[in-house]
Each structure stands twice: as C-alpha cells, then as structure tokens.
C-alpha cells in the first residue's frame, strides 16, 4: 500500500457512491470473470472509459476493492459465502493496514458478526487462523486452509515443495518496478522530491522498486523517456541474454516489446526484429520505442507457432513464449480463478512448437533464450527437456544469476519471492 493517510474522512456523497458503486459492478464482474474467464483489470479499464465523470478516488476505491474481492476470494467466497460487499471489505482488511475511510463506511451496509480490523500486519497463516476463530461460530463452518485460495489441481503441476510459500506469495501485492535508462539515482531523486520511495535493486543497478498503487506517468511525468515499466523478473531475461554491443536478435513473441526495448538498449549498434500474431500489440511497441528514441527496432506480423520460419538467421533469438502466466498472480489476483491444469498442459504443447519454429533461425554458435513467466514443471524444465531431447545441436549453458551471481545448469527458476514480482522461468541454450 501507499504512504497516504486513509483514514481521513469523506463526504457522506462520496462513500454512499463507492458503495452503489461496488454493489452495481460487483456481481456481473465476478460472473464474467470466474464463469467466462474474463481478465479483471480489463473489464475494469473498459468501465472506467465509460465513466468519465468518475475521480481519481473513485478509480482507487474500485480497483483496490475488486482485487481485493478476488484475492481473497477463495476464503471469502467460495468458502464463507459472504456477499460482494462483504468479501470485499474483510479482503481489504486482509490487504490493509490502515482500513480506506470509504471502508469503514462500507462496513455499516455489512452484516458481518464482528467488527473489521486491519489483518495485512498478520501472517497468512496467522490471518487464516484468525478467521478460523472469527467464524467459528457459523453453522456447518468448515476451518478454512491456505490451499483453499487456489485452485485445487494446483498442486498437480508444481514443485510440491514450494506449495505453501507460493500461495503465500500470491497474497502479498509486489512493488512496481522500473528500468532506468539514465543514472538510477537520478530518478530516486526525482521519486523523493515528489514523496515517493524509490529503492533500487542491490545488485541491478538500474531496477527501482516503487509501491504499486503509484501511477508512476503522472510522478515522473517530465522524465517519460528516461525509465521503461518492467518487472525485475523480465529485466533478468535481457541480461541473461547478454547480447553483443553490435548484436542481431529476434524476439518472437514480442508482445508490447519491453524484452525488446531490453535488448535495444544492451545493443547499442545492434538491430533487433521484433514479431507478434497481434498487430495491436505490434503497434503499441512502435509507439514505446518511438517515445524512447530507439531506432533499431523493426516489427513484422508473425505466427511463431504455424509460419514457416525465416530464411534469415540471427546471433541470438528470445523466445518470451505465450504461458498460463502463474507467475503473475501476486499482481494479478483474478487470474488463478480463470486458470486450470489443461491450460498449463495446452501451453507446453504451443511452447515447444515456437521453440521448434526459433532453433531454424539461430546462427551456428548462436543462442536460443526461453522465458515463460510462470512456474508449473510442464512449462519450464519440461519443455526445455522434451527440445533437447529433440535438437541435439543445442545444449544448455550456464550463467551467473543476474539477481544473486549464483552459478546455474543452464536454467533459472525465480520465484515470486525471489524478486519480489513475477515469477520467471529462464533457460539459456547454445547453438553448437
């Protein structure tokens, strides 16, 4: 959570319309979401533009409360059965240590049996069993469990060791992290001028951690050009990569392009051929690298899992493949409620085919870069196993940690708690 005080009062219009507000949106938000697989965050945006007349409160009010709801939703839903209101006053209390005034008022339109304190100074363990005692006296209560906020086949596809501390991750909002592209310090500098903690990352030097409920184009409005919004687990993609000053790489799955503006800038004299099966996101990435003056970029429209590949090879290719996207989770709640097992399963067979489409185009004595920010074992060691097994003219090859320095086989696993952020699975491979 940010720095600013809460608790100061608001006129009685106002929280009456955050809970109407709440209460109007919350039920066709939940539907579209848990039933139809809808993303939160977008149908939030797409109502925001229909409400223009909506305040900057209003928008903090509505988003932290709906992530709150799904956060928390496999306690507070699905097991207690509260109502929309409901689960989202107790998840904000869960996420809180300082309960919104709007809140508070939200509370007197609640009939739960106890009065809501703020929990986020607890443990998740801690906060479960508080809860538990809470509740305790509810007809045919069941005492709720830490897996209960996942889904229950998600322990099939991980590493059952890291059970626990990833559900446990999951409930901690991360920082927001940016890549400076001038002298760090500089925008610390900015960040503390504006009352806002900027913290960069002891080994990379040009991460900054800020809290996430920053809008960070408004803080360093003047400074636009200067830093690139990327989580601390992707910026590791780039310098894992490591790419010549003079290089030439491919990045086939370029998205909105934040790995490619990454390598861009690892290359100064290099080139870099961005591609995507999504011409939106193509022209987002034009309009970033036209806003921080990068120039060797250039963008085509590619199907990297049924186009034939290029003739043309590179000295290095990215594969930053379409995931389940597990790793994110932490930023965004919603999305373990839309995940299943067959997803995980359906995403390791269109990974291998990309991987198998990108090993055409790397130059002898060239590198092939898998990233998937997830964590599931048949997206990561799994598929990079079954490719080698198949192509034995590549092989792994170690590298340093970029985060810690620590030696690896070839491939890295960060974990949500690792960064903190995302979770990223990296594998580095060598063409012989």
Same mark, same amino acid.
């Given at each position: 959570?940010n720095?600013?005080?809460?608790t100061?009062?608001?006129?009685?219009k106002?929280?009456?319309?955050h809970?109407?507000?709440?209460?109007?949106?919350l039920?066709?938000?939940?539907r579209?979401?848990?039933?139809?697989? !809808?993303?939160?965050?977008?149908l939030?945006?797409r109502?925001? $533009?229909?409400?223009r007349?909506?305040?900057?409160?209003d928008r903090r009010?509505?988003?932290?409360?709906?992530?709150s709801?799904f956060r928390?939703?496999?306690?507070?839903?699905?097991?207690?059965?509260?109502?929309?209101?409901e689960?989202?006053?107790?998840?904000?209390a869960?996420d809180?240590?300082?309960?919104?005034?709007?809140?508070?008022?939200?509370?007197?339109?609640?009939?739960?049996?106890?009065?809501?304190?703020?929990?986020?100074?607890?443990?998740?363990?801690?906060?479960?069993a @508080?809860l538990?005692? &809470?509740?305790?006296?509810?007809?045919?209560f069941?005492?709720?469990?830490?897996?209960?906020?996942?889904l229950?086949?998600?322990?099939?596809?991980?590493?059952?060791e890291?059970?626990?501390?990833?559900?446990?991750?999951?409930q901690?909002?991360?920082?927001?992290?940016? !890549?400076s $592209?001038?002298?760090?310090n500089?925008?610390?500098?900015?960040? @503390?001028? @504006?009352?806002?903690?900027g913290?960069?990352?002891?080994?990379l030097?040009?991460?900054i951690?800020?809290?996430?409920g920053?809008s960070l184009?408004?803080?360093?409005?003047a400074?636009s050009g200067?830093?690139?919004?990327?989580?601390?687990?992707s910026?590791?993609?780039g310098?894992?990569a490591?790419?010549?000053p003079?290089g030439?790489w491919?990045d086939?799955?370029?998205?909105?392009?934040?790995?490619?503006?990454? &390598?861009?800038?690892?290359m100064?004299?290099?080139?870099?051929?961005?591609?995507?099966?999504?011409?939106?996101?193509? =022209?987002?990435? =034009?309009?970033?690298?036209?806003k921080?003056?990068?120039?060797?970029?250039?963008?085509?429209?590619?199907?990297a899992?049924?186009?034939?590949?290029?003739?043309k090879t590179?000295d290095?290719?990215?594969?930053?493949?379409?995931?389940s996207?597990?790793?994110?989770?932490s930023?965004?709640p919603d999305?373990?409620?839309?995940?299943s097992?067959?997803?995980?399963?359906?995403?390791?067979?269109?990974?291998? @085919?990309?991987?198998?489409?990108?090993?055409?185009?790397?130059?002898?004595?060239g590198?092939?870069?898998?990233?998937?920010?997830?964590f599931t074992?048949?997206?990561?060691?799994?598929?990079?196993?079954?490719f080698?097994?198949?192509?034995?003219?590549?092989?792994?090859?170690?590298?340093a940690n970029?985060?810690?320095g620590?030696p690896?086989?070839?491939?890295l696993?960060?974990?949500?708690?690792?960064?903190p952020?995302d979770?990223?699975?990296?594998?580095?491979?060598?063409?012989?």
């Amino acid at each position: 959570m940010n720095n600013e005080t809460r608790t100061t009062p608001l006129p009685d219009k106002v929280v009456r319309r955050h809970a109407e507000l709440l209460e109007e949106l919350l039920p066709e938000f939940s539907r579209l979401v848990i039933e139809e697989g !809808r993303p939160a965050d977008a149908l939030l945006y797409r109502f925001l $533009r229909t409400r223009r007349e909506l305040g900057s409160r209003d928008r903090r009010f509505l988003s932290q409360a709906i992530f709150s709801y799904f956060r928390w939703y496999g306690w507070t839903v699905a097991r207690l059965k509260l109502s929309g209101s409901e689960a989202c006053l107790l998840g904000t209390a869960l996420d809180s240590t300082e309960l919104p005034y709007s809140f508070s008022y939200l509370e007197t339109r609640c009939k739960l049996p106890f009065k809501v304190e703020p929990l986020a100074q607890l443990s998740t363990e801690q906060q479960c069993a @508080k809860l538990n005692e &809470l509740f305790a006296g509810r007809e045919d209560f069941q005492p709720l469990e830490l897996s209960d906020l996942v889904l229950p086949e998600f322990g099939t596809v991980i590493d059952p060791e890291q059970e626990s501390d990833l559900i446990k991750s999951f409930q901690q909002r991360p920082p927001a992290w940016i !890549r400076s $592209r001038v002298e760090a310090n500089n925008l610390v500098g900015v960040l @503390k001028e @504006k009352n806002v903690v900027g913290e960069i990352h002891p080994v990379l030097s040009a991460a900054i951690a800020v809290d996430a409920g920053i809008s960070l184009q408004n803080v360093l409005q003047a400074q636009s050009g200067q830093f690139v919004v990327q989580d601390l687990a992707s910026q590791c993609v780039g310098l894992i990569a490591d790419p010549q000053p003079d290089g030439d790489w491919w990045d086939c799955c370029a998205g909105a392009g934040g790995k490619s503006m990454h &390598l861009a800038d690892l290359m100064p004299e290099g080139k870099v051929l961005s591609t995507d099966v999504r011409i939106d996101a193509l =022209k987002e990435l =034009k309009k970033r690298a036209r806003k921080y003056g990068i120039k060797p970029i250039r963008t085509q429209l590619f199907n990297a899992v049924n186009d034939e590949p290029f003739t043309k090879t590179f000295d290095g290719v990215l594969v930053d493949a379409p995931c389940s996207g597990w790793g994110t989770w932490s930023r965004n709640p919603d999305a373990r409620w839309r995940a299943s097992r067959r997803d995980v399963i359906q995403c390791a067979t269109r990974q291998l @085919k990309i991987l198998n489409t990108a090993k055409w185009c790397v130059k002898p004595g060239g590198l092939l870069i898998y990233a998937v920010c997830t964590f599931t074992r048949p997206e990561t060691e799994e598929v990079v196993q079954a490719f080698l097994e198949q192509h034995t003219d590549f092989q792994l090859e170690p590298f340093a940690n970029p985060m810690t320095g620590a030696p690896t086989d070839g491939q890295l696993q960060i974990w949500p708690w690792d960064a903190p952020g995302d979770g990223m699975f990296i594998a580095r491979l060598r063409r012989s």
